[in-house]
């Protein structure tokens, strides 16, 4: 019998939504997905994102501190761990409802609430930039400052938001018992929101005021899990060369060489698609075999199959 592909889906915000109500619907559209992979004879680990989710939380407790002045305000590795639990309730009810619906009955699905180690002196802690929460006035912001110890930024004329670091992932904590679940054929969904950011203590992990990228943490995570595929879902079915601009030309099949050469001629913006590029040759030039696709999520199944999507390898 043909070894099961094991492939690492790493999910955008897009396959989410925005709200609740918004992502009981879009989990459904993403479970389908997710099942076409497995009905091709994959063996999936699902991750995602949580930009939304995670400000949504934290804006929520904030409130409870307005409400209650004996409430202490809610750390942001807290914040973080409520968002995986609460998309991972959707997203595995979703993915087992598919599942039962296409006769699929002897596969468990899980969330691992995951915690991922950072390094107290990663570069991103010194200068805070992935914005957080809601936009307020200079003044709200001036006593978030005060009150919370919170850094607060001014962005592009909108308001102000909260800025927190975004270091890189070096250890996944529950590895092995993800490893273990989808060794013995599990479903499992983990490191969401690119897991919950922790600094090792001696023996005590402590949370950190921290997001870590979900794609990167994806990357280390298909890596430790020894995959054959990443994939990176976004809001195109392609990766762009100038992007935008009339010289647009959308790659297909790029070496990790030819990447880095794109990556350091600047043609990916830092904020959206130069994440999900490094990742993938991250992922792509870790291994011989090893291969990582950016594409849409309704197009994943196609990307597998080598009819659409970016396809990085060595």
Not at 208 to 226: Q, R, T
Not at 243 to 254: A, H, I, M, Q, S
């Amino acid at each position: 019998m043909e070894k099961k592909k094991r492939i690492v889906i790493a999910l955008g915000g897009n396959a989410l939504g925005n709200t609740l109500p918004e992502q009981m619907k879009a989990v459904k559209i993403t479970a389908k997905a997710i099942v076409d992979l497995m009905e091709e004879g994959c063996e999936v680990v699902v991750a995602h994102g949580n930009g939304p989710q995670v400000g949504m939380v934290n804006n929520a407790m904030i409130a409870l501190t307005h409400e209650d002045d004996n409430q202490p305000n809610t750390p942001l590795s807290v914040c973080v761990a409520m968002s995986q639990a609460y998309i991972g309730y959707d997203l595995q009810n979703a993915l087992r409802e598919e599942l039962l619906n296409r006769g699929i009955s002897d596969i468990p699905v899980a969330t691992m609430i995951t915690q991922v180690r950072v390094d107290p002196d990663d570069p991103a802690f010194q200068s805070p930039s992935k914005p957080i929460g809601k936009f307020v006035s200079a003044e709200q912001a001036k006593a978030m400052e005060e009150k919370y110890n919170y850094i607060m930024k001014e962005d592009a004329g909108r308001g102000y938001r909260r800025v927190v670091a975004s270091p890189k992932p070096v250890e996944i904590i529950e590895i092995g018992t993800i490893r273990t679940m989808v060794d013995s054929g599990d479903l499992v969904i983990a490191c969401g929101g690119g897991g919950i950011p922790v600094i090792r203590q001696g023996n005590h992990l402590k949370g950190a005021s921290a997001v870590i990228d979900k794609d990167f943490a994806s990357c280390l995570m298909a890596k430790e899990l020894d995959a054959d595929f990443l994939i990176i879902l976004t809001a195109v079915e392609q990766v762009a060369l100038n992007f935008g601009t009339p010289d647009e030309k959308w790659l297909r099949d790029v070496s990790v060489e030819e990447a880095r050469q794109y990556i350091s001629e600047g043609h990916f913006a830092p904020g959206s698609m130069l994440p999900k590029v490094q990742a993938a040759v991250d992922f792509a030039g870790s291994k011989p075999g090893r291969t990582a696709l950016i594409t849409l999520l309704e197009k994943s199944r196609d990307a597998i199959q080598g009819k659409t999507g970016t396809t990085f390898h060595l």
